[in-house]
């Protein structure tokens, strides 16, 4: 106090309960608290009937602990929290974690990355560098050349490979790659439940959700197992990197498999969010074009009326607004890859943003950059069956700008 500026501190010679001893209770009002197991003694010195919560530590009246919230060693009236609020407490502290993993973004920082490769059956008996030349055709096989004999095309691990060493279906072999830096990601990460069994996310974009491409680090998935460590959540379905919206993960391969069972046999009911060019003429309509089952040569999927895998579309109109654009509510009743998009562009009414199916003149790109205008289509709503109480729940993502009803 005195280092404090005060300049006449007193202090009880022998301390209060000193005091006590030589004056009793005169001027003295309550208990004193004491820090062994009596908690507080009354001015006879006596143990006073007060307790102390060893959660919070605070001291405890007698009508305090006749309180329902009073339990011993777990809670009292001055700490309990509800289920609900310790649910957003800890919602909180999560998210707090998540923010402070994606500042900065992982792949801002160079570092030497290992690109994994599992060898599938067709490759069984090719030697390495055949491997990654027909698995990763994109690069020319004078670039494999140099990476092998650079020294950068290694087993699982680390140990590097002859070019002729022969690759076998299902080893795991890494590409080398030195001092990368990855395009910036939208780092707004946001869990919106989590219980034994699920975290449910509210996926920002442009984000990939796992490793391809120009991105490694600065993926949906590195950033959950730096969060969640050691636990390594498994989402149980995919957005597009410049989808935004829910994503639902798993604790464990357990819950993962009941969540992806559901998925593939369409028990899963999705709704989206859907900002189109035009105005369609009716309030409800459906497409049910069947879609190519392999991407294009761009990375780009079309309509197949040959051969293409069933495919169909709900949609209902939400708003037809002045700028000639149309805010549609979209649920897929089958999962194909871009179903939304496709189906979207194929009615004629391609999706605000879409670089790859709804830019007819452009050349198609499946991941955008940050500052682009956003490609508006947000996985809003799903329900399905949770994995571990087995009752039907749903969850629901807070729509983005785009998504919003003007006023009226």
């Known amino acids: 106090m005195e280092s404090q500026g005060y300049r006449h501190v007193l202090q009880l010679d ?63 009236p001055w700490c309990y929290r509800t289920d609900q609020e310790q649910a957003a407490e800890h919602l909180k502290s999560r998210n707090h974690a998540m ?16 690109r ?59 590409h080398r790659q030195e001092q990368i830096v990855e395009p910036d990601v939208a780092p707004d990460v946001t869990v919106l439940h989590e219980d034994e069994a699920l975290v449910v996310l509210n996926k920002p974009a442009p ?11 600065n993926t949906l998935q590195h950033v959950l197992d730096l969060v969640y460590r050691p636990q390594k959540l498994k989402p149980a379905h995919r957005l597009d990197a410049n989808t935004t919206g829910l994503v639902i993960a798993a604790r464990n391969k357990h819950f993962a498999g009941r969540l992806q069972t559901q998925f593939a046999e369409g028990r899963v009911s999705k709704t989206y969010l859907v900002r189109v060019q035009g105005h369609p003429s009716e309030d409800e309509f459906r497409c049910d074009a069947p879609i190519a089952k392999e991407a294009g040569v761009s ?46 562009a ?33 996985a809003w709503q799903i329900g399905f069956t949770h994995p571990a109480s087995g009752e039907a729940v749903t969850f629901t993502a807070p729509p983005p700008d785009w998504a919003k009803r003007e006023a009226s």
């Open 299 to 344: 990375g780009t999927r079309e309509v197949n009326s040959q051969d293409g895998a069933e495919a169909t579309t709900l949609f209902k109109v939400l708003e037809r607004s002045a700028n000639g654009t149309t805010l549609l509510e979209a649920r897929p009743l089958t999962g194909r890859t871009n179903q939304i998009r496709i189906h979207c």
């Open 116 to 174: 994994p490769l599992r060898v599938p059956q067709e490759c069984d008996g090719l030697t390495v560098l055949e491997t990654f030349c027909r698995l990763l055709a994109h690069k020319a096989a004078d670039y494999w050349e140099d990476e092998c004999r650079a020294g950068n095309l290694l087993d699982e691990n680390r140990k590097v490979l002859d070019a002729t060493a022969i690759a076998r279906a299902g080893e795991h072999l890494l």
């Open 14 to 76: 022998g301390g209060i309960l000193k005091y006590f001893e030589e004056c009793g209770g005169a001027h003295y009002k309550g208990d004193c608290f004491v820090f062994d197991q009596r908690v507080g003694v009354d001015p006879s010195l006596h143990m006073s009937d007060a307790a102390q919560c060893f959660a919070c530590l605070s001291p405890l009246t007698a009508d305090e602990q006749r309180d329902p919230r009073y339990v011993p060693g777990q809670s009292c």
């Open 99 to 114: 923010r402070a993993a994606m500042t900065p973004l992982p792949g801002s920082v160079p570092a030497e990355l290992f």
């Open 346 to 378: 194929y009615l004629g009414f391609p999706i605000l943003g879409d670089a790859a199916y709804g830019e007819s003149d452009a050349q198609p790109r499946l991941t955008k950059d940050i500052g682009e205008p956003p490609l508006c289509l947000h």
């Open 207 to 217: 984000l990939p959700m796992h490793v391809g491409g120009r991105f490694t680090r």
